[in-house]
T-cell receptor, first 110, second 110 residues
Framework: GENVEQHPSTLSVQEGDSAVIKCTYS??????FPWYKQELGKGPQLIID?????GEKKDQRIAVTLNKTAKHFSLHITETQPEDSAVYFC?????????FGPGTRLSVLP | NAGVTQTPKFQVLKTGQSMTLQCAQD?????MSWYRQDPGMGLRLIHY???????DQGEVPNGYNVSRSTTEDFPLRLLSAAPSQTSVYFC?????????FGEGSWLTVV
């Protein structure tokens, strides 16, 4: 079955710096890769996604890149702000379901 | 603008007790699912449904039952609660691979 690894598990950055979270997946049939942000006490919310026919996608300060050959994809957050502090999850499609990474706790220090 | 609604938000159970976590969505999504979230393990799929009358097992189905009598509702039943079922439970619905999560249900089994 599909396996998704995510690194790092925790990440601290200074406000204004960039943050990068990396995920790898195992099933070459996966074709959709969403990223979720989870704030304390809340459910995860979709922040950006990418499909396998695209190498990069950007939405304001957030971007995602995908390398199908290497089976890894990354989340890039530029000009980080305190409100970016949260847990971030990557996921890979697996049939009609998804497999999630274990999460990265991002702390943006003022 | 309810989206996915879960109840209860918090619950404490004694070992061996049974209970039902309720989930309702008002977006007319065919696909619904239940996940559990444990520290360092991300979100793991318990059960899912692709439409009314159809359910299937996910990655960690043991100890849980589901039913889908209507498009809107997808309750999760714990048959005989065990301390290993202490977790945060998320219900979700999805359309075209975009997942919408509920706010979560914190369950403690003592």
């Amino acid at each position: 079955g599909e396996n998704v690894e995510q690194h790092p598990s925790t990440l601290s950055v200074q406000e204004g710096d960039s943050a990068v979270i990396k995920c790898t997946y195992s099933d070459s049939a996966s074709n959709y890769f969403p990223w979720y942000k989870q704030e304390l006490g809340k459910g995860p919310q979709l922040i950006i996604d990418i499909r396998s026919n695209v190498g990069e996608k950007k939405d304001q300060r957030i971007a995602v890149t995908l390398n199908k050959t290497a089976k890894h994809f990354s989340l890039h957050i530029t000009e980080t702000q305190p409100e970016d502090s949260a847990v971030y999850f990557c996921a890979a499609s697996y049939g009609q379901n998804f497999v999630f990474g274990p999460g990265t706790r991002l702390s943006v220090l003022p | 603008n309810a989206g996915v609604t879960q109840t209860p938000k918090f619950q404490v159970l004694k070992t061996g007790q049974s209970m039902t976590l309720q989930c309702a969505q008002d977006m007319n999504h065919e696909y619904m699912s239940w996940y559990r979230q444990d520290p360092g393990m991300g979100l793991r799929l318990i059960h899912y449904s692709v439409g009314a009358g159809i359910t299937d097992q996910g990655e960690v189905p043991n100890g849980y039952n589901v039913s889908r009598s209507t498009t809107e509702d997808f309750p999760l039943r714990l048959l005989s609660a065990a301390p290993s079922q202490t977790s945060v439970y998320f219900c979700a619905s999805s359309q075209k691979q975009t997942i919408y999560f509920g706010e979560g249900s914190w369950l403690t089994v003592v």
